[in-house]
Structure formats: C-alpha cells, structure tokens
C-alpha cells in the first residue's frame, strides 16, 4: 500500500486497484456513522442514512464482518442503524469491546463523578445554553446554543480542568468530548477488534477527530479512507465527501461478490 505522507483520492483507477487487491472477504470493514455512513445535519437527532447507503451496507454485511465505530452511545446509535453489524462500538471506541466489561464499567462510574462535578459549576445564569450529556462511558458537553460561545468555552475548558480524574478532551464543533484516562479510542478499538474477529486486515472509513486515532496508526494491514480530504490527516486515502460512500461501498460488494467464498 501507498504510505506517502498526504492522502490520495481513492476513486481513481489506480487507488482503486490497490483497495481491490487488499480487500477480500476476511477483511474486518469498520465505519463511523456520522459524516461517514449518514450525511452530517445541524440537528445530530435527525441524522439519516440514505436508501442507497442502507442497500450496500446490508449487501456488505451479508458477506463480509462489519463493525461500526461511533462516538454516540451504543443505544443512541442503534436507532439509526439498518443493520446489526457484528459489531458496534460507541463512545469513540470505549463502549462495547468484547473483554473490556468491568473497565466499562470505572469508565461510567468517573463519568457520573464529572458529571456531578460539572453540573454545580454549570448551574449559574453565566453558563445558560451549555449542557452536559452523560453518554455512559464518556461525556460531552455542547455549547452550541449559548449567547456567547468562546465564553462558553472558556468557563468549560475552566471547569474541565478542575475534574478528577483529568479526562483526555476532544474537542469539536460546539461540542467538547471528555474521556476516562485509558478508555480505548478508535484506533485501539479497530486493533483489538481485529484481533476479536480473527482478521489480519481492516478497512476503515470515517471523518472525524477521533477517527485520527485509527489514521494515526498507519499501519500496512489497514486500509484507511478519510471522508473528505483534510491537510495533515494521516488516512492513506479520501474522498470528497460523504456523498461518496455509497460508491465506494458499491466498488466494495463488487469486488468481494467476486473473490470466492
Ligand atoms: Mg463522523
């Protein structure tokens, strides 16, 4: 595989020749959900995944082990899922790894201490429009709706500093993503589902900050595809947007409905 250091449109003859003779059936297919499978909307309760995105992705998992990767919760996810993937992993990988149960379970315990921590210091007048939400093994907090957003952000980064234990941020759009200090993020996730499903190689697509984490690993048994091309992001390849999925999940159930069973 190509490991130059910016990545490569992947729906060009060559890049797509290389994708054919590294997937097969025994590849483990991983996707995030939002921006990836289902198109972003300003609204993440209404996100949707397309008809023709359903239709691959059921293709897909008929003949194939896929796992979605996600920074929703497992139950938040699964009202939007048309499938049930062999696997599905929330909380930017640290909800749902087989094995990693009784660690889970610390993980929530220190997200309801911060979240009692938080919700004392977010009670005031000043901080109207910033709301905390507990999502089991990790928390966000969302200041998309304050009258001043960078104050927002200050009084947060402020109040997150105070927590204990200190959490690992993510920052997004609006958004502030806290997580437990040794909660396996995507990349680690990715790993340790392979290792699960028994598959020397994965192909993974996502679009997000956290998604880095797998990008970051570059590493020659998995074939990373960032949805929407980014400077400095460590995907092997990209495509333009997430109106592209559905023809690269086509390109995908093409060339394993020819590899033998
Ligand atoms: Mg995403």
Not at 90 to 119: C, M, S, Y
Not at 192 to 199: D, E, G
Request: with cysteine; net charge positive.
């Amino acid at each position: 595989m190509r490991m130059n250091e910016q990545s490569t449109y992947l729906l060009n003859e060559k890049p797509c020749s290389i994708m054919k003779s590294f997937i097969d059936r025994t590849t483990l297919f991983a996707f995030d959900l939002d921006g990836t499978l289902a198109p972003i909307v300003s609204n993440p309760g209404k996100i949707g995944i397309p008809d023709s995105v359903r239709k691959e992705i059921t293709i897909l998992n008929h003949q194939a082990v896929v796992a979605v990767i996600t920074g929703r919760s497992r139950l938040d996810a699964m009202q939007y899922m048309p499938i049930t993937p062999s696997y599905l992993i929330g909380n930017h990988g640290a909800e749902g790894l087989p094995g990693w149960e009784k660690r889970e379970r610390d993980f929530i315990r220190t997200v309801i201490k911060w979240q009692n921590h938080l919700e004392l210091i977010f009670s005031s007048k000043e901080t109207t429009g910033i709301s905390i939400e507990n999502k089991g093994a990790t928390l966000s907090i969302h200041y998309r709706k304050a009258d001043n957003v960078k104050t927002a952000h200050a009084l947060i980064l402020s109040a997150v500093n105070q927590l204990i234990p200190q959490p690992r941020r993510i920052s997004g759009k609006y958004i502030e993503n806290l997580i437990p200090d040794g909660a396996p993020d995507k990349g680690v996730a990715l790993m340790l589902l392979m290792h699960h499903a028994k598959r020397q190689k994965a192909f993974f697509a996502g679009d997000d900050e956290t998604d880095e984490d797998v990008f970051r690993l570059r590493d020659k048994n998995i074939f990373s595809v960032r949805v929407g091309r980014k400077n400095g992001s460590r995907a092997h390849f990209h495509l333009r947007g997430q109106n592209e999925i559905v023809r690269l999940l086509r390109g995908i159930n093409y060339i394993i409905g020819q590899t033998k069973k």
